[in-house]
């Protein structure tokens, strides 16, 4: 079952605008994205996820995940939008037990009503929902023509490899399409120590069906490759236990991953 809910388009404000940490990227006058010299993979805006906690209501962990999942979504839009300098087309999607919050400029560029040169990519904002078992077998075809990686790493041996992923594992009931991303497959396969933690996390919801969590990815420019992950479980003890994950292995590879980008909308007629 799938319903569709839409945020207006709109711009950032001033507030919101300031918030965008000038020592990770420059703006030009137009809004584009200019990566400088330094550029900070896990830069993930904070979400005050403790006060979240607070203000949930004490009668039962099912109580506080329903008010995780009504006030979040707010938050994880508005730091979005605080490192977005352009315009935003937001949706709010739900597939199953999950709800993906997206964000589709592309429908923008279309009707006119904004400059393919400084629109993002589309992407997902985040995911959330609570945890089922998947009601399908996997099937690696359905899969088969997503890049395994950005195109400026694919080809390279020196970097690492990168894996068809999904922000909400198959295993907990996540969909395909906007679910996919190019994700580290150190990480995704629990290769690396931070893989480790990253899988038992999304086992810790595959063997407690009916757990809340969330994945929110952070972007550095106006690529839809995620330079960071931030995940999200609600324990059945209240305690909510939330991660964040590199997805690029160095600032080089990102910046270049940006500047292709740029290169290929110049391009554009």
């Not at 935003?88 to 739900?94: A, D, N, P, S």
């Not at 996997?138 to 990686?149: C, F, L, M, N, Y």
């Not at 906007?178 to 063997?207: A, H, P, T």
């Not at 809340?212 to 909510?240: D, M, T, W």
Request: charge should be negative; proline fraction near 7%; hydrophobic fraction near 35%.
């Amino acid at each position: 079952m799938r319903t569709i809910r839409r945020y207006p388009p709109t711009r950032p404000t001033d507030r919101e605008r300031s918030l965008c940490p000038q020592d990770s990227r420059l703006l030009t006058s137009t809004g584009t994205w200019i990566l400088g010299v330094t550029v900070t993979l896990m830069n993930v805006p904070s979400i005050d996820y403790d006060q979240a906690i607070r203000n949930a209501p004490k009668d039962s962990v099912e109580a506080v995940g329903h008010f995780l999942a009504e006030t979040l979504p707010g938050e994880w839009v508005k730091a979005y939008k605080a490192l977005t300098p352009n315009d935003t087309h937001i949706f709010r999607i739900q597939i199953d037990n999950f709800e993906y919050i997206y964000d589709l400029p592309i429908e923008l560029v279309r009707k006119g009503m904004a400059d393919n040169k400084n629109a993002v990519e589309d992407r997902v904002i985040a995911a959330h929902g609570w945890s089922q078992p998947s009601s399908e077998a996997r099937h690696d075809s359905a899969t088969r023509g997503w890049p395994r990686g950005p195109s400026v790493v694919a080809a390279s041996p020196r970097s690492p490899g990168y894996d068809r992923g999904h922000f909400i594992g198959h295993s907990l009931g996540g969909s395909l399409g906007i679910n996919l991303f190019s994700q580290l497959s150190e990480l995704n396969r629990g290769w690396s120590e931070d893989g480790k933690v990253f899988r038992s996390m999304e086992r810790y919801c595959e063997k407690h069906p009916g757990t809340y969590c969330f994945v929110r990815p952070a972007y550095i420019g106006q690529s839809a490759h995620p330079s960071a992950l931030e995940y999200g479980v609600l324990k059945e003890n209240g305690e909510l236990w939330v991660r964040s994950f590199q997805n690029t292995a160095t600032p080089e590879e990102m910046s270049e991953i940006e500047r292709l980008l740029n290169e290929n909308l110049d391009g554009e007629v």
